[in-house]
């Protein structure tokens, strides 16, 4: 997959890795951020935002934030998502709030989650990247 051709949004689980040093899937992420290819919303800021440990770490989320392409949650895209998690539940397959979430904006904007969690690999219409 060439990460200059691809909308990416990057889940909470490669952000963690992203601060870490020298963490494999951190160090694609940087590419990915490189060459304009991450996107995020909000369910994921707020993940990140809620474990920060210093003002510092915060201030590095913040700064790193404001230069990728951001989408939200709409009225309708809510009620996908709802539609979305009922679907998986009526298969036994229960997953996080946040994720449901994720995916729900993933396939509205067509792009691709990078994840470390399988568990999106159960959501129909969600493409997962591993780089």
């Given at each position: 997959m060439d990460p200059k051709n691809n909308r990416i949004l990057a889940d909470?689980?490669?952000?963690?890795?992203?601060?870490?040093?020298?963490?494999?899937?951190?160090?694609?992420?940087?590419?990915?951020?490189?060459?304009?290819?991450?996107?995020?919303?909000?369910?994921?800021?707020?993940?990140?935002?809620?474990?920060?440990?210093?003002e510092s770490d915060k201030?590095?989320?913040?700064?790193?934030?404001?230069?990728?392409?951001?989408?939200?949650?709409?009225?309708?895209?809510?009620?996908?998502?709802?539609?979305?998690?009922?679907?998986?539940?009526?298969?036994g397959i229960n997953l996080p709030f946040s994720d449901i979430v994720i995916a729900a904006i993933t396939i509205e904007h067509n792009l691709s989650v990078f994840t470390l969690d399988k568990h999106f690999e159960k959501i129909p219409g969600v493409r997962v990247c591993r780089f």
């Open positions: 909470t689980s490669v952000w963690i890795e992203f601060f870490r040093p020298k963490a494999e899937a951190g160090n694609k992420l940087e590419k990915l951020i490189s060459v304009n290819s991450v996107w995020t919303c909000g369910v994921i800021l707020y993940e990140l935002t809620q474990g920060v440990r210093s201030k590095s989320i913040l700064d790193i934030f404001s230069s990728l392409q951001y989408v939200e949650m709409t009225a309708s895209l809510w009620q996908k998502a709802g539609e979305l998690s009922s679907v998986l539940r009526r298969k």
